[in-house]
């Protein structure tokens, strides 16, 4: 009997496409660049990804990385990513 099934949210639940989420987020194309260097390409991403740094840690480590001057637009693509984290409809019907 199966009792527990895990499922990965990137590309499998949602669509996870860094150039679309970084393009929403942003308002130019050197914003775009910037999120998804400064962001989604970081040690803190990935670590995030794995499970060994908390949210508030990650969120903390790049604030102190980031410029002045770009640090709100990496706080807001922090806080705001996933509302561009799109479900793929077909697999709302299969969790269920």
């Known amino acids: 009997m199966i ?3 895990v499922l990965d949210m990137g590309n499998v639940c949602c ?3 860094v150039s679309y989420i970084a393009s ?3 308002s130019s194309l050197e914003e775009k660049d910037y999120i998804i260097k400064h ?3 970081t040690k803190q991403w990935a670590q995030l ?3 060994v740094l908390s949210l508030q840690d990650a969120k903390k480590q790049l604030i102190e990385q980031i410029p002045d001057e770009k640090r709100d637009l990496i706080v807001y693509a922090f806080e705001h ?3 561009y984290f799109d479900q793929f409809d077909e697999m709302e019907e ?3």
Request: aromatic share 24%.
């Open 3 to 5: 009792k527990n099934i």
């Open 15 to 17: 669509k996870w496409d």
């Open 24 to 26: 929403q987020l942003a």
């Open 39 to 41: 962001l989604f390409q």
């Open 49 to 51: 990804d794995q499970g």
């Open 81 to 83: 990513w996933f509302d």
């Open 94 to 96: 299969f969790i269920k």
